[in-house]
């Protein structure tokens, strides 16, 4: 008779060996993921350090010197205990930081402090810290000094458009800018300017007649045109790629248009003087199919070079001896005249931009005028000052403290001018561009911290300026 000893089947030894295994490689896969979580948590802590230094860094340049703050992307380096910024980044061991500052308002600035690393074959660590540094050192209602990196313009880049037309005006709107140029194909162009150093031709379009001005609102521009058919041309720029004219508008008469507002969905169009109105309010709420809510004659000779609205007020420049027309557009469907101001000297009036209660006017007798309209039927020059050439456009910037001029100067085409004191405007900055002509346009954005520029040069019809150094 055979008996069964005790003992282990072959199952239960290869179950046994299982189960050992998988507490093994449990135990082990702990063990290696504790220690490397210890090491990307100590990774992660020495790229922090890197950060809160930068950040640090910061203060002290602040510390130092306000203006040391400028605007853009920097690394940063240290000599003799004193840190100032190099390049774009700057790298230590593993660890890649970069230091941006973006300006706030006339008197903070952020500051943000990346550090990045390859933290594996896959992944890539990221540690970001942001601050705001204030200039301390400016009084209770002290007005803050310009920016020192636009007393220092430099050209940056440019684009050559085919043909020899001339670049007439440009606006920016996020990452593009938009160009016109006075006949051609194409004759508007919209240009990624999202790495201000490579701009690219994204779209174009040929329009009907040449485009005088224009003003872009959302998704659409807004062409002030010489064509007496369709002075308001409306183009849908929603895909950069792919610009379409989406509506015209005829205005009544045989005179071209030289400027254009556009508040919602009102458009402001100023026309050469006729017989007919040279002021026209065009409701664009659709904007295939515009319509008239008003218009207004300005008079004998009022010429309407350029326009800007504020609040119930539409200020135009013009030729005519009274250089400032101030409209009240409070009734679109009834506007009226409420004063027109002839300002000090005799020259034509070329350009206009303004905010709040502040008008700055163009003129071609070299001079660029500050005009307080705190009462529009009674606008009086604060400050002027001689720039040594016609002014063709104006941009404002850095909270109203800035505006960039487009001249006719040969040699300083480009001017900066700090208008923080309307009292004392005063030049800070010229740029002398390379060859021969004159700044047609001017726009500038303020997240980009750069400025646009139109020009009569054949080769570098749109044109960047970046702050120095």
Known sequence: MMRHRPGFSLIEVLLSVSVFSLLVVAFIGTLLYGQESLVLSGTRNRATVLAEEGLEAGRNMRDDNYTNLFNGTHGLTTAGNIWSFSGTEDITDIYTRKISIAQVDSTRKQITCEVTWQQNGQRTGRVSLVTYLTNWNLGSGATPPPLPGWSQPLFQSSIDASGLQDGLKVQV????????????????????????????????????????????????????????????QIVNISNPAAPSVVGTYDATGGAQAFGVWVVGTTAYITRASSV?????????????????????????????????????????????????????????????????????????????????????????????????????????????????????????????????????????????????????PSVIGTLNLTGSGQLRGIAFDQTLDRAFGASSFDTTEFQIFRPGP
């Open 173 to 232: 709107q996020g990452n593009y800018a938009y160009l016109i140029r006075n006949g051609g194909s194409p004759d508007f162009l919209i240009i990624d300017v999202s790495n201000p150093a490579s701009p690219s031709v994204t779209g174009s379009l040929s329009l009907n007649g040449n485009p005088n001005n224009i003003y872009v609102s959302g998704n659409y521009a807004y062409i002030a045109s010489d064509t007496t058919a369709e002075e308001l």
């Open 276 to 424: 007919n109105a040279e002021l026209f309010i065009i409701n664009v709420a659709t904007p295939s199919s515009p319509s008239l809510l008003g218009s207004l004659e300005l008079g004998s000779g009022g010429t309407g070079n350029e326009i800007v609205v504020l609040g119930s007020q539409a200020y135009i420049a013009s030729p005519a001896t009274t250089e400032l027309y101030v409209v009240n557009v409070s009734n679109p469907a009834s506007p009226s005249l409420t004063t027109a101001y002839d300002a000090p000297g005799g020259s034509n009036a070329l350009t206009i931009a303004g905010f709040g209660s502040t008008i700055v006017l163009g003129r071609a007798d070299n001079t660029l005028s500050v005009i307080d309209v705190s009462a529009p039927a009674s606008p009086s020059v604060t400050g002027t000052v001689n720039v040594g050439a016609n002014v063709n456009d104006i941009a404002i910037g850095y909270s109203n403290t800035l505006a960039f001029l487009a001249t006719t100067d040969g040699s300083k085409e480009f001017q900066v001018v700090d208008i923080s004191n309307p009292s004392l």
